[in-house]
C-alpha cells in the first residue's frame, strides 16, 4: 500500500461509472503543476477552461470526451467542447480530435461517418480542425472520441466565474436536459418506443438540433445585451451539479427555486419513465448566465427575441459556497449528483 495513505478502504475501492468524486478531483487538481506565469486560469473543480495569455489576445483551452453517445458522436464532440469556449466570452476557432475505434467492429463507412461529423459542426462554424490522432483500440466496445477546442477572446471581453458579484441572478436558458433527452431516444429506441412512440421518439432525437445542444448562440446574444459576471454549461450531473460547481468556484451561496426549471414535456416523459431525475441528467444545450440584477430583463428579453427561451432561476448571496432550494418557501439545502442519472441506463 502506497506509504501516503492510511489503511483506508477507499483507496482499494472500484469507483463508479462517471466523473471522479468532486472531493477527489478538488485534491488532485490541487496538486497541478503550473510553471507559466501567462496561465491566467488553470484546473480546478467547476471551472470550464484553461485560459493563456498570447499577448495581443487570450486562448482559451477545453477538452471533453464523448463516452455515453456513438450516434452522431463527431457532432456532439464539437459542440460541447464549443459551449465551454462560449461560457469564456471566446469564439471557437481550433479543434483536435482523438479518435478511438473498437477493434473487429469498425469499418471505412463508420470511419468516414464520423469524420463528416466533425466536419460538418466545424463548418457550421468556422472552426479549423487542425489535427489529432486515430486508431483501432484494443478493449473498448464502442467509438470514444475525445476533443480540445482553443478559442480567442479579446481581454476585456473575458468573462470567469471571478467576476460573480453577490446579489447577481442565475438565468436558465431552453430547459433541460436536452442533451439527455437526445441521448436516451438515440442509444435505448426500444425502451422508449412504447412509452412515447414513434412520433415522440423522434422529436427527442431531433433535440440534439433543435433546440440544440449549442449553446453558443445564447452566450454571445447574453454578453451584447447586458452585464454577463459569469457562464456555466450544465454537462454531466445536469443542473443541480452544475449549480453547485457555480456556487462553489465563485465562493458564494446560490438560492434557486426548482420549480421554475423548464423541462420540456417529451423530457419529462422519458425521465418519469426511466426513474431517472431530470435536474441530474446531462444537459448539454442549456446555459446558466449569472447576471446584475438591473440587466436581468434586457437579457432575457434578448434572448427570447432570438427565439430563446430564458428564465430567471435564483440568485447568488454571500455565505457558504452551496446551493438552496427555494421552492414552496422551505431552504433546502441541494448536493450535486454523484453521478449522471444516464448512467443508469449503461448499467442495466
Not at 12 to 40: C, E, Y
Not at 41 to 70: E, M, S
Amino acid at each position: 500500500m502506497n506509504a501516503s495513505h492510511p489503511a483506508n478502504p477507499f483507496y482499494s475501492s472500484i469507483l463508479p461509472v462517471g466523473k471522479l468524486p468532486h472531493q477527489l478531483l478538488q485534491r488532485l487538481l490541487g496538486k497541478a503543476p503550473i510553471f507559466d506565469k501567462r496561465v491566467l486560469f488553470g484546473p480546478g473543480l467547476g471551472r470550464d477552461c484553461a485560459v493563456v495569455d498570447a499577448g495581443k489576445n487570450l486562448l482559451v483551452f477545453k477538452t471533453d470526451p464523448i463516452t455515453f453517445a456513438d450516434d452522431q458522436i463527431g457532432w456532439y464532440a464539437v459542440q460541447v467542447s464549443v459551449n465551454d469556449i462560449a461560457t469564456m466570452g471566446a469564439l471557437p476557432r481550433w479543434y483536435m480530435a482523438t479518435l478511438l475505434l473498437p477493434e473487429g467492429k469498425t469499418n471505412l463507412a463508420l470511419v468516414e461517418q464520423i469524420f463528416e461529423q466533425i466536419f460538418a459542426a466545424c463548418r457550421e462554424m468556422e472552426i479549423s480542425l487542425v489535427g489529432g490522432h486515430t486508431e483501432i483500440t484494443h478493449g473498448i466496445d464502442r467509438p470514444i472520441l475525445v476533443g480540445t477546442m482553443i478559442g480567442e477572446v479579446a481581454h476585456h471581453e473575458l468573462v470567469t466565474p471571478q467576476g460573480i458579484q453577490p446579489g447577481d441572478h442565475i438565468l436558465l436558458t431552453k430547459g433541460v436536459p436536452i442533451e439527455g433527452t437526445a441521448i436516451l431516444a438515440r442509444q435505448v429506441p426500444g425502451r422508449l418506443l412504447p412509452i412515447i412512440g414513434e412520433d415522440g421518439l423522434l422529436e427527442a432525437a431531433n433535440f440534439l438540433f433543435h433546440p440544440g445542444i449549442s449553446v453558443l448562440k445564447d452566450a454571445q446574444i447574453a454578453v451584447h445585451a447586458g452585464h454577463v459576471s459569469g457562464m456555466h454549461d450544465p454537462t454531466e450531473g445536469g443542473l443541480i451539479t452544475a449549480l453547485w460547481e457555480m456556487a462553489q468556484v465563485c465562493g458564494m451561496q446560490l438560492l434557486v427555486n426548482l420549480q421554475l426549471v423548464p423541462i420540456p414535456a417529451i423530457s419529462m416523459k422519458i425521465c418519469q419513465a426511466l426513474k431517472l431525475d431530470a435536474l441530474r441528467t446531462i444537459s448539454s444545450g442549456s446555459l446558466l448566465i449569472a447576471v446584475s440584477a438591473s440587466d436581468a430583463a434586457s437579457i432575457i428579453r434578448a434572448l427570447e427575441e432570438h427565439g430563446i427561451n430564458c428564465t430567471d432561476i435564483g440568485r447568488l448571496e454571500k455565505g457558504n459556497a452551496g446551493v438552496i432550494n427555494i421552492a414552496g418557501g422551505r431552504d433546502e439545502q441541494v448536493l450535486p449528483a454523484t453521478r449522471d442519472e444516464i448512467c443508469k441506463i449503461f448499467e442495466t
